[in-house]
């Protein structure tokens, strides 16, 4: 399993593994199946909402690391 990282697009770490949406969810990004979703990257995601990328990257990979 390779690292999940800031430039990754957010809908396709959620085709890896649907059960990362929580975790999106509880760091403030509640419209994942918005259109920029699709497009987006963690870290510009990040950047709009004001969200820590380096947090919610680590938790991504602990969340895979742990699975």
Known sequence: ???ITKDMIIAD???MDRGTAP?????GMHCLGCPSSMGESIEDACAVHGIDVN????ELND?????
Do not use: P
Request: aromatic letters at 16%; glycine letters at 0%; proline letters at 0%.
């Open 1 to 3: 399993m390779s690292k």
């Open 13 to 15: 770490v959620l085709q």
């Open 23 to 27: 975790i999106f969810i509880n760091n």
């Open 55 to 58: 947090k919610l990257v680590k």
């Open 63 to 67: 969340y895979f690391e742990n699975k």
